[in-house]
């Protein structure tokens, strides 16, 4: 079950919600052509997703393991790199755990 409080708060944030948009369709929305990893795959490095949201490395991270915490994305670590996707399925339960109450 998700914890809509949680979730609530970790997506109450103009860049989050940003980023989770973002990483909707990653080919579309970064710049991965230097990726050595398939985005739609393996998700999106953390680097990228700093170089867009124009925030620093520090605050891109702290979003990331606010949204990761209440597992609407997941991590991945792939060598130094560590890459960032979306978990369309805890979105999908969110949105419809939310829709039950409204």
Do not use: H
């Amino acid at each position: 079950m998700i914890d809509l409080t949680e979730t609530l708060k970790a997506i109450n944030n103009p860049i989050r919600m940003d980023i989770l948009r973002w990483l909707k369709d990653p080919k579309a929305n970064f710049d991965v052509s230097e990726q050595l990893v398939d985005a739609d795959v393996e998700g999106v490095c953390v680097s990228i997703i700093q170089e867009k949201a124009q925030l620093s490395q520090s605050t891109v991270s702290a979003y990331l393991t606010s949204l990761q915490r209440v597992k609407l994305v997941s991590s991945k670590r792939i060598g130094a790199w560590t890459y960032y996707k979306r978990d369309d399925q805890n979105i999908r339960a969110f949105t419809a755990q939310l829709s039950d109450i409204l």
